[in-house]
T-cell receptor, first 117, second 113 residues
Framework: DAGVIQSPRHEVTEMGQEVTLRCKPISGHDYLFWYRQTMMRGLELLIYFNNNVPIDDSGMPEDRFSAKMPNASFSTLKIQPSEPRDSAVYFC???????????????FGPGTRLTVL | DAKTTQPTSMDCAEGRAANLPCNHSTISGNEYVYWYRQIHSQGPQYIIH???NNETNEMASLIITEDRKSSTLILPHATLRDTAVYYC??????????????FGKGTSLLVTP
């Protein structure tokens, strides 16, 4: 298994531009998570999906951020318009529901390093 | 979810056991202890989790005190590749609940030659 795949690995853009980050979860996993990591705030959960349905988006910082999961093998996180304070590493993770207390570990992708100038 | 407290940083000599403590004095009966680590420039990696019994896998051992208010992650023979930030996370594991991981600050472990 290739693990969680994210693209691009690095993205440099200018303020005001639209940015789209992509994620392919591990095949068969039913949960997908988007996290953001900065030096100041550490790792923060932005949103997560279960069976392609958004469950909790309370971590999404503002309306400029949106996430979709059109099918079980693909998700996007979009920022429009982007701002310098959005610069961070964005991680996607997936997990498989199991019996309570067994497993449920999250598998993380390599991340996308976003720089907004 | 219960709050966890970890030392900011620790050192360990290569080949020696690394013992990483975590305090979770407000843990509830249905909350599990999870450990993840993040090697520089990589995504976090699951290590181990447990409820009340000690656990061991190919990566590490998890020792949970009888009152469950603290735990220790043990890397039995640390290598330079174990240099990373280690996160202790307490979380309820309920089927179909999904769950968010509150990573906190973690412990930065430096393994030295």
């Amino acid at each position: 298994d290739a693990g969680v795949i994210q693209s691009p690995r690095h993205e440099v853009t200018e303020m005001g531009q639209e940015v789209t980050l992509r994620c392919k979860p591990i095949s068969g996993h039913d949960y997908l998570f988007w996290y953001r990591q900065t030096m100041m705030r550490g790792l923060e959960l932005l949103i997560y999906f279960n069976n392609n349905v958004p469950i909790d988006d309370s971590g999404m910082p503002e309306d400029r951020f949106s996430a979709k999961m059109p099918n079980a093998s693909f998700s996007t996180l979009k920022i429009q318009p982007s701002e310098p304070r959005d610069s961070a590493v964005y991680f996607c993770a997936s997990s498989l529901t199991r019996i309570a207390g067994v497993g449920n570990e999250q598998f993380f992708g390599p991340g996308t390093r976003l720089t907004v100038l | 979810d219960a709050k966890t407290t970890q030392p900011t940083s620790m050192d360990c000599a290569e080949g020696r056991a690394a013992n990483l403590p975590c305090n979770h004095s407000t843990i509830s009966g249905n909350e599990y202890v999870y450990w993840y680590r993040q090697i520089h420039s990589q995504g976090p990696q699951y290590i181990i989790h447990g409820l009340k019994n000690n656990e061991t896998n190919e990566m590490a051992s998890l020792i949970i005190t009888e009152d469950r208010k603290s735990s220790t992650l043990i890397l039995p023979h640390a290598t330079l590749r174990d240099t990373a930030v280690y996160y202790c996370i307490v979380r309820v594991a309920i089927v179909n609940s999904g769950y968010a991981l509150n990573f906190g600050k973690g412990t930065s472990l430096l393994v030295t030659p």
